[in-house]
């Protein structure tokens, strides 16, 4: 069996949902040792080991993925999530699609470059942890300087092995209104903080982000996800909040639309900031999307930016704004979904088209 697949099966079978990512990044890094890459880890929390491997002298594309994955969720599986079953032509587990395969491939792909004769370009592997909870690793190792300058960043999240060209950027708000407290059958000595946060809630779902619709991201958009105040039903809350997801486009400005929300709620509401990540977006000519389409990759066509976020928003500015591609072997429509699985040809076939587009940009 193609080795990219083997790999991906070991890393499927190594439990790292939401943490302990370090069983992952161990095996990862011998291997990538053994092939000559100098390797760094970096520990954002105990367990929690993501790294960064790099070979050749000059600036490097950078070659990312993360080792975490989601929550199994409540439905029962078909296929045992870490057992990394084959049936077909379909791998399972959680983590198939989101993204052990996409890692498999690009360190497969990463140790062919090194070993293949000819023209080669340096290479950075940087694999992270956290990224589904708000890129947590990915901050970490910037902060630390452990991300160099590169000429291209390509992420392996899963797209079907097609070239897109960039994702919406993700500002994740907490809106919170404070009363007084009282007795629930006396609500007129207190101030209801739900009341407050009720009347909110209809500004936010009008409001406006005040940019125009990108031509290929479309429009920044925004959604209440969770509301939660009050402590028993006898009393009358003195704290509620809401949760808000903003999606935003190239060149927007996450500072300017803050503020324009808080101007919209008013000083009934403070707003504080749970995830801060920017668009990305490249050009559909850069010679990084040529390569890897004349490499096999299918082209962006009508639909050519990733619905999720990716680690590209804090990697890619670290990178020295180097230009950005997202293309994996995992299916899309199976992140996060129970019985996750990734198509075992597609494995195979990033390998393929990695290799030849490092072969092309070398």
Known sequence: MNEAVELARELIRIDSVGGGEAAVAGPLARR?????????????????????????????????????????????????????????????????????????????????????????????????????????????????????????????????????????????????????????????????AIYKLARLIGVIEKFDPGVPEHPWLGPSTVNVGTVRGGINVNSVPDLAAVTIDLRTVADQDHGRLRERLQAALGGEATLGVLVDLPAIWTDPDDPLVRALVEAGAGAPGDRPAASYFTDASILAPACGGAPTVVCGPGEPEQAHVTDEYCTVHRIEEAVEIYTAALARFA
């Open 32 to 192: 990538l040792s053994e092939a000559g890459f100098a390797v760094r880890t970096h520990e954002y929390a105990p367990g929690r080991t993501g790294l960064v491997a790099r070979w050749g002298t000059g600036e490097p594309v950078t070659l990312t993925g993360h080792l975490d994955t989601v929550p199994l969720g409540g439905q029962a599986w078909r296929h045992e999530p870490h057992a990394a079953e084959i049936d077909g032509d379909r791998l399972y587990g959680r983590g198939s699609s989101d993204m052990k395969a996409g890692v498999a491939a690009l360190v497969t792909a990463a140790e062919r470059h090194v070993r293949r004769t000819g023209p080669k370009v340096a290479l950075e592997l940087v694999l992270t942890v956290g990224e589904e909870t708000g890129c947590e690793g990915a901050i970490g190792m910037v902060a630390e300087g452990l991300v160099s300058r590169s000429r291209a960043l390509l992420v392996a999240e899963p797209t079907a092995n097609r070239v897109l060209l960039g994702h919406k950027g993700a500002l994740w708000l907490e809106a919170t209104t404070r009363g007084t407290t009282a007795h629930g059958s006396m609500p007129h000595l207190g101030d209801n």
